[in-house]
């Protein structure tokens, strides 16, 4: 089993992802309760950005730990590494 | 109880944030099977914008509907309704 | 000349578009002159501040004139004001 | 002088960056003329396209050089340039 980038803040991730489940269940409380459109649309802006939250910190994490060993190591490896990563964070910002 | 604008598409709208309750408790899998950084990375973009499918969703029910209603009644309460619906599209801008 | 909601706000529409034209100008400054990656993708972040700023204030405009007028005058020529307005607003969600 | 991450692609940034320009002054064009609001918003999305696709490409740059040359070297320096590059992403993804 490989120890990913993120592998010291598992429990940190996973204690925050629960809670992103939380507030998905809450926000599908908020639509059963017939709640105002405007305070769901507030709820699922809250939600985004905490799923933003472990993004970035996942991004941080894997600079920190798989680019930093592959760049360490050099060579072709480390230009893959560096455009996946980059690619990664394209995607995030196109959402 | 109010029926708000989404009030028809209520059904679609539980089942669709059922679904990314799933998809949050999937992150949670991979995090917890130490899947690599990147595929998780690709899996948050994905919540994401599952989440932001269901915001254009709101909207689109909310100026159809709310946002309608006090337009026809015309005054203030329609300029409110407007200002409120265009601060919560500048949230999610700005997540 | 028909005239938009924007049309009342159309200067300073203008002065603000033209802040970001220097802001871009700017941007170039600090490519010529080397400057630190960091700072750059620091302005860039702001010259897509300010271009959001345009794009939610050009939103309410639109709400408030010509979706308003066209809700007002009901039928299914509001259904398309609405729907092309949230197609919008999806397409600025999406950058 | 130091030379940056970006700097063998200097001139394609600054082409780039060029073209942008243009972009925001069509969209001074657009208000001008009284263009539709909603074909103005299309553009606005185009330009903060632009804008995205330069910023990625700097980040890739930054990451290829700057940092990898702070990860080569190790120990503080190397945090610190991830935790700024970090930071920067997150900054980008707030827009």
């Known amino acids: 089993m490989t120890q990913h980038g993120y592998y010291q803040g598992k429990d940190a991730y996973l204690a925050r992802l629960r809670r992103i489940e939380g ?5 599908q409380r908020l639509v059963d309760e017939d709640t105002y459109c405007i305070d769901i649309l507030t709820q699922v802006s809250a939600v ?44 995030l910002l196109r959402t």
Chains 1, 2, 3, 4 share one sequence.
């Open 23 to 27: 507030q998905v269940r809450g926000l």
């Open 48 to 91: 985004t950005k905490s799923l933003q939250g472990v993004a970035v910190g996942l991004v941080e994490d894997h600079l920190n730990h798989c680019v930093r060993d592959a760049l360490a190591d050099g060579g072709t490896e480390a230009d893959a590494k560096v455009a996946e990563a980059t690619a990664a964070i394209a995607r």
